[in-house]
């Protein structure tokens, strides 16, 4: 599990997304306040509310989801039996564009995004410097079918993005997450867990 400096992960992200080497638009005085949801797959009727909160630049997540994602949505998610809701976790710059490319696709998009994120997450995050990176994200964007423009437009969004950290923010301080992946199944807090133990937990859940 990766473990969160809430205080430094956050300051760093936002700072690092307004940062000069990748400008954003100002924010106007009088602009309205931004809206951002997380994202859910899965029956609202489910008996089983399961959140996961997780980086797109956590290596234990990414195996988290090498190793278990297949199989939960397969088997709980696409069969009505788990509703799943995904919350980003910023840990640095690099993290958060990732979350800000995602988005970008809308909610059609924002998991099949998400997927190739976590498959792909040690090509992506190897560039070399920061435009580097955000080179490597767009190649994933045009992969789900976004262009340069709504790339673009969506990266220099800075009140979307400080939307984004103050809501990671104010969820992980209400969840009391401490590292990622962090997982919730029906209220009860979970660490990083193989298949057979996630199996079991939700299993539990559904007997009840």
């Not at 090498?66 to 809701?85: H, R, S």
């Not at 984004?164 to 401490?178: H, R, T």
Request: net charge negative.
């Amino acid at each position: 599990m990766t473990k969160i400096s809430r205080r430094t992960a956050l300051t760093a992200a936002l700072a690092a997304t307004v940062a000069a080497q990748f400008p954003l638009a100002a924010v106007a005085q009088d602009a309205p306040a931004v809206e951002v949801k997380d994202f859910t797959l899965g029956s609202a009727d489910a008996k089983v509310k399961m959140i996961e909160y997780a980086s797109f630049t956590c290596p234990h997540c990414a195996h988290f989801h090498a190793t278990n994602w297949a199989k939960l949505k397969a088997e709980y998610i696409d069969t009505g039996k788990v509703q799943f809701t995904y919350r980003e976790v910023y840990f640095d710059r690099y993290g958060l564009w990732a979350a800000m490319i995602a988005r970008c696709g809308g909610e059609m998009k924002y998991f099949g995004i998400s997927d190739m994120l976590f498959d792909t997450q040690a090509e992506w995050t190897a560039g070399e410097t920061p435009q580097q990176v955000v080179e490597n994200l767009k190649k994933i964007g045009r992969t789900a079918g976004l262009d340069d423009a709504q790339m673009d437009a969506c990266m220099k969004d800075k009140a979307t993005a400080e939307a984004m950290v103050a809501m990671y923010q104010k969820n992980f301080e209400a969840d009391g997450v401490e590292g990622t992946p962090t997982l919730f199944i029906n209220g009860t807090k979970y660490g990083n867990m193989g298949w057979d133990e996630l199996k079991a937990a939700i299993d539990a859940e559904l007997a009840k």
